[in-house]
T-cell receptor, first 115, second 114 residues
Framework: AQSVTQLDSQVPVFEEAPVELRCNYSSSVSVYLFWYVQYPNQGLQLLLKYLSGSTLVKGINGFEAEFNKSQTSFHLRKPSVHISDTAEYFC?????????????FGTGTQLKVEL | DGGITQSPKYLFRKEGQNVTLSCEQNLNHDAMYWYRQDPGQGLRLIYYSQIVNDFQKGDIAEGYSVSREKKESFPLTVTSAQKNPTAFYLCASWDRGSANYGYTFGSGTRLTVV
C-alpha cells in the first residue's frame, strides 16, 4: 500500500516570493509521482509528473518538482508566485504495476498568495 | 475536445433518497474512478473500473454503488445507506499511453443533503 504526507495544510506567501510545498510518500513498491492543482469548485488539473529520467521535473505555470528517492520526497517549488496561484495543491502517487492503477493522494496544501 | 463530463454540477438530496451522479468520457480510456473529497481529507477512492462490466470497491465504498455498462459511462449512485453524503465528488479516467500517462478529472459534482 502507498501513503502520501503533505505536512503543511496551509502555506501563506506574498506575491513574487518563492514557495515550496512539501510532499513525502511511503510505498513498498516503486511509484510514479504527480502534483495536481485545484481551484475552488473545480476538478484537478495536472501540474507535473515524474515517471522516469531526470529527477527535476518542470510543469505548467512555472512550477517544478524534484524527486528524491532516498528521502522519498517530491517537493513542489516556484521561484516567484502570483496571486493566480492561490489554490489547493495535491501530491499523489501510483504504483508502477498492479493495484488497479489507483492514485493515492495526500490531504492537500492550501496555497494563499497575498499582496 | 476530449474530456470528462460530470453532471449535475450541484445536487441536493433529501434524507432517505438515492441519487445518481453522471460521469461520461470521450477519451477512449479503459479505466474510470470515483473519488470523494472532504475538506482536509484529500481525495478518497470510492469505486473504480478497469474494464466494461467490471468494477471494484475502493477505500470507502459503503453506501455507494456503480455500474459500467459502456466504456464511456461510469455513473455513481449515492444510496440512503450513506450516512454522510455531503461532499464534492470527482470522476476520473486513466490513460496509460506514454505521452499522457495519468488521470484526467471531471469538474466535479457537489452533493448536499437538505
Amino acid at each position: 500500500a502507498q501513503s502520501v504526507t503533505q505536512l503543511d495544510s496551509q502555506v501563506p506567501v506574498f506575491e513574487e516570493a518563492p514557495v515550496e510545498l512539501r510532499c513525502n510518500y511511503s510505498s513498498s513498491v516503486s511509484v510514479y509521482l504527480f502534483w495536481y492543482v485545484q481551484y475552488p469548485n473545480q476538478g484537478l488539473q495536472l501540474l507535473l509528473k515524474y515517471l522516469s529520467g531526470s529527477t527535476l521535473v518542470k510543469g505548467i505555470n512555472g512550477f517544478e518538482a524534484e524527486f528524491n528517492k532516498s528521502q522519498t520526497s517530491f517537493h513542489l517549488r516556484k521561484p516567484s508566485v502570483h496571486i493566480s496561484d492561490t489554490a489547493e495543491y495535491f501530491c499523489a502517487v501510483i504504483p508502477f504495476t498492479g493495484g488497479g492503477n489507483k492514485l493515492t493522494f495526500g490531504t492537500g496544501t492550501q496555497l494563499k498568495v497575498e499582496l | 475536445d476530449g474530456g470528462i463530463t460530470q453532471s449535475p454540477k450541484y445536487l441536493f438530496r433529501k434524507e432517505g433518497q438515492n441519487v445518481t451522479l453522471s460521469c461520461e468520457q470521450n477519451l477512449n480510456h479503459d479505466a474510470m474512478y470515483w473519488y470523494r473529497q472532504d475538506p482536509g481529507q484529500g481525495l478518497r477512492l470510492i469505486y473504480y473500473s478497469q474494464i466494461v462490466n467490471d468494477f471494484q470497491k475502493g477505500d470507502i465504498a459503503e453506501g455507494y454503488s456503480v455500474s459500467r455498462e459502456k466504456k464511456e459511462s461510469f455513473p455513481l449512485t449515492v444510496t440512503s445507506a450513506q450516512k454522510n453524503p455531503t461532499a464534492f465528488y470527482l470522476c476520473a479516467s486513466w490513460d496509460r499511453g506514454s505521452a499522457n500517462y495519468g488521470y484526467t478529472f471531471g469538474s466535479g459534482t457537489r452533493l448536499t443533503v437538505v
